[in-house]
């Protein structure tokens, strides 16, 4: 199973593939009865051939082995310490494995969702005064996550958290700056349904922020799109559950419903 879906190139899919092409190889052999040849390299090409493989074996050591386990090292730690509220030193530890794999989106994206938990604490002690400070977290969980968007522009979540970081600096920024940070999270939450079409959730708060900037056509069509992923999962939910009675809900019940009033709301303000 694994090796039709997964790619080759993980380690236990191409450490499997290599192990069933010997025994292969090794019963053909078997059966065919070939006879055996035995080639002897001259010592200066078995000298060329061990020096290669040898820089090889370091080159792997240095720029992927050592710097990856390094890196998941750091996050693991860092994610242990994530209950304890240590900021300064998980940023610290985070930052560093973000530099060890440079092709590593985990520890920027943890990074990121760390400034918004700081954020949010702070904020919440503070209701009302959001200071340089607590927006300064803001853009540093902005800063990472573009950098986790940069090294994989598929994962949706980090585009849905860049969205929540941009309309959380749309909130606390002066009025004249607000519709600025709104476009931005508007932009981030297009890339987000792009990346995830099928997500109702997405829609709904494309929809919201669509709504704030006016757009009132694009609200409609994506209020219209969660409404009907999320019917057509009920469906799909009813026909291979048929006994059961409660569905089960992706978007919610709430978010579902405000999605269904806000689509009536904006469609008869359309209607003359």
């Not at 386990?69 to 242990?80: E, F, P």
């Not at 987000?192 to 006016?214: H, S, T």
Request: with cysteine.
């Amino acid at each position: 199973h694994n090796m039709i879906d997964f790619a080759i190139f993980e380690p236990g899919v191409l450490t499997t593939f290599c192990a069933m092409m010997a025994c292969l190889i090794a019963t053909d052999y078997d059966e065919n009865c070939r006879p055996c040849s035995v080639l002897r390299a001259v010592p200066v090409v078995r000298l060329t051939v061990g020096a290669a493989g040898l820089a090889i074996i370091l080159a792997y050591l240095n720029y992927a082995l050592i710097p990856v386990a390094a890196s998941a090292d750091k996050t693991y730690r860092a994610q242990q310490m994530v209950s304890f509220d240590q900021f300064e030193q998980i940023h610290t530890l985070l930052d560093s494995a973000a530099t060890d794999d440079p092709l590593d989106p985990a520890a920027l994206s943890l990074n990121g969702r760390l400034y918004l938990r700081h954020f949010e604490l702070t904020h919440n002690a503070s209701p009302g005064v959001p200071g340089e400070a607590n927006r300064d977290l803001l853009v540093r969980a902005e800063k990472c996550f573009l950098g986790a968007i940069d090294r994989n522009a598929a994962a949706f979540k980090n585009f849905e958290r860049l969205t929540d970081v941009y309309m959380l600096l749309a909130e606390t920024a002066p009025k004249q700056d607000s519709t600025i940070w709104l476009n931005k999270a508007f932009d981030t939450a297009s890339q987000a349904v792009e990346c995830y079409p099928g997500c109702a959730r997405l829609r709904v708060e494309m929809a919201r922020i669509a709504e704030q900037l006016g757009k009132t056509d694009i609200a409609v069509e994506q209020y219209k799109k969660a409404i009907d992923i999320e019917d057509s999962y009920g469906r799909q939910f009813k026909a291979i559950y048929p006994e059961r009675e409660d569905v089960v809900s992706r978007l919610g019940d709430d978010k579902y419903l405000f999605a269904k009033e806000r689509l009536k709301a904006l469609c008869e303000e359309k209607t003359p």
